[in-house]
C-alpha cells in the first residue's frame, strides 16, 4: 500500500482541530507546536509583543502563532528545533553546517504558520461576508508543492540534487542581541538576523535567485556585514525573487515507501533571462522599506538618473563596501 499525502489546498480545509501537516484529526487540545519557540520567546522577550499578518491590521502575540499538530509531528518538531537551537546559539560557523534540508524544513515551517494565520483570517472573512474563499490556481499548486516538502519532516521524502530551496548564510554585526525575522508567504521567502548571522531563503526557487546573486554573494565572501548591508541584500534577493519569471518544474515519483521529489534542471545561457526587467525606482522603494531604521528618504536613496544608493558596492568601481568604513548605527 502506498504512503498517503495531505493536500489541505484541494478544498483550502483550514481547522484547528485537524494536524496542518498530516491531515490526522487531533483528539488532545493542547497538541500545538508553537512555531516561534520558547527558546526565542523566552530569549527575545516576545511572548506578549504583536506580530503583524499580512493584512496589515490582524495581529497576534509572538506566542500565539501557533499550528495543530498530531503527537508525532509535535515530536518530531521539537527534536529538530533542539538542533537548530543549539545551531544558532552557538553562530555562524554552526549554523553553516547544519544539514540544507533541516534548515529548510525549520524555516518551512516558519513561513507556513504564517501563511496558515494569513487563510484562516482570510477565510474567516469571506465567510462573514457570505462569499466563497478561494485562492488563484497558481497559489494552490505554490502552496500544495509547498507543503508536500514540509511533509518531510515525518514522513520518508528525498530530494534530488537540485534541491527546492536556495540558503544564504552570512556573518552580521548587531549592537545588541536581536531577533530580526521577516518572511514572504506569498512568494515563499524566509529572513533572520541574530547572533552574528543573517540567513536569507528562497523556499521554492530551486535556488535561481541565489546564482543571480553569485557575483555580490563572492565578493562579500566572510566580511561581517553591517546590518544595512544585511537589509540591502535581503531587498536585492526579494526584489529577485519577485521578478522571477521561472516557474520551477519537479519529477515527483511515488513507491511503496517513499516519495522522490526531484528538480527539474533550468536551461538557459543567461540566468537573468529567466526574469523579468529590474526597475531601478521599484527596487528603492523596496529599499527604503528595508532600510526604515536609519530614516533614509526614498530621494536619498534614488535619483534618476543615479543608481540606487548601496551600502553594499561602490557605484564607480563595483568594488565591496568593507563594513568598518559605513558611519551607521548598527
Given at each position: 500500500?502506498?504512503l498517503?499525502?495531505?493536500?489541505p ?7 484547528n482541530?485537524?494536524?496542518f ?16 519557540p520558547e ?8 511572548h ?9 491590521v490582524t ?25 537548530i537551537?543549539a545551531a544558532?546559539?552557538n553562530g555562524?560557523q ?6 540544507s534540508?533541516?534548515?529548510f ?7 507556513y ?8 483570517i482570510?477565510k ?8 466563497e ?11 500544495a ?22 540558503i ?13 525575522y521577516r518572511?514572504d508567504t506569498?512568494?515563499?521567502m524566509f ?6 548571522f543573517g ?6 526557487d530551486?535556488g ?7 557575483a555580490?554573494?563572492h ?10 548591508q ?40 543567461d ?16 529599499l ?14 534614488y535619483?534618476?538618473?543615479n ?6 558596492e561602490?557605484?564607480?568601481t ?10 551607521l548605527?548598527?
Amino acid at each position: 500500500m502506498s504512503l498517503q499525502y495531505y493536500n489541505p489546498f484541494n478544498n483550502l480545509y483550514f481547522n484547528n482541530n485537524t494536524c496542518f501537516l498530516t491531515g490526522e484529526e487531533i483528539e488532545e487540545q493542547q497538541n500545538y507546536i508553537t512555531v516561534f519557540p520558547e527558546w526565542v520567546l523566552d530569549r527575545f522577550l516576545l511572548h506578549d509583543k504583536k506580530f503583524t499578518l499580512m493584512d496589515n491590521v490582524t495581529s497576534f502575540n509572538y506566542n500565539q502563532m501557533v499550528l495543530p499538530c498530531s503527537t508525532k509531528v509535535k515530536n518530531a518538531y521539537n527534536l529538530l528545533d533542539q538542533e537548530i537551537k543549539a545551531a544558532f546559539e552557538n553562530g555562524y560557523q554552526s549554523v553553516q553546517e547544519i544539514d540544507s534540508q533541516k534548515l529548510f524544513t525549520w524555516m518551512g515551517v516558519f513561513v507556513y504558520c504564517v501563511l496558515y494565520h494569513d487563510l484562516l483570517i482570510e477565510k474567516e472573512k469571506k465567510q462573514k461576508q457570505n462569499v466563497e474563499f478561494d485562492i488563484s490556481p497558481t497559489l494552490k499548486n505554490r502552496f500544495a508543492l509547498f507543503h508536500l516538502m514540509l511533509q518531510s519532516l515525518v514522513a520518508p521524502i528525498s530530494f534530488g540534487a537540485i534541491k527546492p530551496w536556495g540558503i544564504t548564510i552570512v556573518k552580521l554585526k548587531y549592537s545588541k542581541d536581536i531577533f530580526n525575522y521577516r518572511d514572504d508567504t506569498v512568494n515563499l521567502m524566509f529572513t533572520l538576523g541574530m547572533n552574528g548571522f543573517g540567513i536569507i531563503a528562497t523556499l521554492q526557487d530551486n535556488g535561481i535567485v541565489m546564482q543571480k546573486e553569485q557575483a555580490l554573494l563572492h565578493k562579500i565572501n566572510q566580511a561581517t556585514l553591517h546590518p544595512i548591508q544585511f537589509e540591502e541584500l535581503k531587498a536585492r534577493f526579494i526584489y529577485n525573487n519577485y521578478l522571477l519569471q521561472f516557474k520551477p518544474k519537479y519529477i515527483i515519483k511515488q513507491h511503496a515507501d517513499c516519495l522522490d521529489i526531484n528538480a527539474v534542471e533550468f536551461k538557459a545561457n543567461d540566468i537573468s533571462t529567466l526574469f523579468a526587467n529590474w526597475n531601478e525606482k521599484t527596487f528603492a522603494d523596496v529599499l527604503s522599506e528595508y532600510w526604515k531604521p536609519w530614516g533614509l528618504k526614498k530621494n536619498e536613496i534614488y535619483t534618476f538618473p543615479n543608481a540606487p544608493l548601496s551600502f553594499l558596492e561602490n557605484e564607480n568601481t563595483y568594488n565591496f563596501i568593507e563594513p568598518d568604513t559605513i558611519d551607521l548605527p548598527y
